[in-house]
């Protein structure tokens, strides 16, 4: 919204993914030594579930991905009617949703259906039962969706080229895209950042 406030086009769009993680039991924890993921599937950016033991003895399964029904969306019942529509009316959107209905539909059938969740986690960890786990926390990514259904997968910096010139627009790069990992590549994001600038600037 902001990127097209200051003149840049209206795609791609934000639409909220949340990622609901299950708790391991802490009487298995200790089988989890180091983080595990599986193999990415290409066509999606969010890397499938994982195994990631943290600090503080904790082990987190997951993350799905199901459609925010609000941009802090952590929860079901969290809902923002005007933001799940602005979602659910962008043409990008629909595509995907065409485009992915049985993976989408299976995201959603894990996330309320535990079980099934424990079925995709088992084939890194046969000996996981669904008694070993509990619901636990949940994070939303800000994913960016093109125009043709396509989540974008790399980064994405834009700003107004001086087609609907604003005088503040002028003076503004966005990142309108940051996707996973994200934290792990902060630092890079910060450079890359810093590298734009000065050239999309001639701070040089
Ligand atoms: C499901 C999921 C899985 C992910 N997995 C990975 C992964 O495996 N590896 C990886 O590298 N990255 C991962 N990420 C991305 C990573 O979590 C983010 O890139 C990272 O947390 C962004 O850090 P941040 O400090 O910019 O923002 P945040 O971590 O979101 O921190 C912003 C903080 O500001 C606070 N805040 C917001 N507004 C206000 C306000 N008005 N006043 C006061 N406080 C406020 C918020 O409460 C929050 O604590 C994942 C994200 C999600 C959602």
């Known amino acids: 919204m902001l990127a097209e406030m200051s003149g840049c086009p209206k795609s791609p769009r934000i639409v909220p ?3 609901e993680y ?6 298995k924890a200790k089988l989890i030594k ?16 994982h195994f990631t033991p943290r600090m503080n ?5 997951g993350p799905n991905a199901v459609l925010a029904f609000k941009r802090e969306g952590y929860k079901w019942t969290d809902v923002n009617i005007k933001e799940l529509m602005d979602a659910l009316s962008y043409p990008g959107f629909l595509k995907l949703a065409i485009k992915f209905a049985s993976a989408g539909i299976y995201e959603i059938a894990k996330s309320v259906y535990t ?40 980064f994405y ?21 940051a996707p996973s990992p994200g934290a792990t590549s902060s630092l890079a994001i910060a450079k890359m950042m810093a590298d734009k ?6 701070l040089k």
């Open 17 to 19: 993914f949340r990622g």
């Open 22 to 27: 299950l708790l391991l039991d802490p009487k």
């Open 34 to 49: 180091t983080n595990i993921y599986p193999v990415p599937d290409p066509r999606f950016p969010f890397l499938g579930v």
């Open 57 to 61: 003895g904790d082990v987190w399964l």
């Open 115 to 154: 079980p099934w969740q424990v079925k995709e986690l088992q084939k890194f960890m046969p000996s996981l039962t669904t008694a070993d786990v509990k619901s636990g926390p949940a994070g939303v990514r800000a994913q960016a969706l093109d125009n043709n259904g396509n989540l974008v997968d790399d």
């Open 157 to 177: 910096f834009d700003m107004n080229k001086g087609e609907k010139g604003t005088a503040v627009g002028d003076r503004v790069l966005h990142c309108r895209n």
């Open 197 to 202: 600038l000065e050239t999309e600037f001639s």
